[in-house]
């Protein structure tokens, strides 16, 4: 020990504690230097349009929408955060169903996935449901996440959409989804499938009560979904730049034998085409979903209690 003693301190220089300080102490008196444990890992998010990295706390103050206009894919939390006045809403509790019905087999067990999913996202499956007022107007709104899963269709889902658009009827309201979805849900098979027939039943509840249905198109909504209930809205709003269509870019250019166009399956060109009427940036959603809602339900009594 005293001879290590004496190889770390040579005779006629004292200790100099300058150098134990860390370099933004020795520029800025009075700031604290930041360490590894005092810096977030997810900070910085990369701009995936171009690759710039953003502040983490400046993006989620521009709801997620980088400064080239990426609207980047967001949670089921989030998306309701986002729509509902001053984030305030009745979180509506979605239908239990067996987790893995067909026991598919796989390198991963299903089960696992789901365990999976659900930690990571914090929701029990893609859609989630939240009853509560746009600019004042009552609504139920269904929101899908890509993160589960996918945002993918099955069973869960399924009944989650059927619950929603029936407490629509029941509270007299109108039905909003944001969509975001790869498509039906592999591991459960033709029972994935048959959600498509099922949520659609429950449109026409919907429709026969008079009430509005408004899609809103999110990046990407593709498959089962774009070919079921997200097409069969009064009014279809889209996310800017959000992929949508059944199969893929490339699966329709091996078919046809043809290149397709930079903008093919993007919002702009499903709304020249006719497919989606407007193309609205996240941030006037709520503005714009009011005015929609409110002019749909004109002259129509309201049937909820809290209206």
Known sequence: MAMAEQRNDKPG????????????????????GLTKKDTPEN????????????YRPDLEAALWVTPSGVHMRIGAKLRLDYTF?????????????????????????????????????GEQDSMAIGYGRILGQPVIVVAQDFAFMGGSLGMAAGETFVKAAQEAVKRGVPFVIFTASGGARMQEGTLSLMQMARTTLALNEVKAAGLPYVVVFTDPTTGGVSASYAML???HLAEPNATIGFSGRRVIEQTIRESLPPTFQKSEFLVERGMVDQVVERKDLPE????????????????????
């Open 13 to 32: 220089r004292a200790p100099n504690p300058e150098r134990r300080r860390g370099w933004l102490s020795r520029i800025a008196p009075g700031v604290r």
């Open 43 to 54: 900070l910085w998010v990369k701009d995936p349009e171009t690759g710039e990295m953003l």
């Open 85 to 121: 006045d001053d984030g305030q809403y009745e979180r509506i509790a979605t239908p239990v169903v067996a987790d893995d019905p067909l026991k598919f087999p796989d390198d991963k067990p299903y089960v696992d996935r789901l365990a999976a999913a659900r930690k990571s996202t």
């Open 233 to 235: 809205g009064d009014i």
């Open 288 to 307: 714009k979903l009011s005015s929609i809602l409110k002019t749909l339900m004109m002259g129509r009594e309201r049937l909820s209690p809290a209206a």
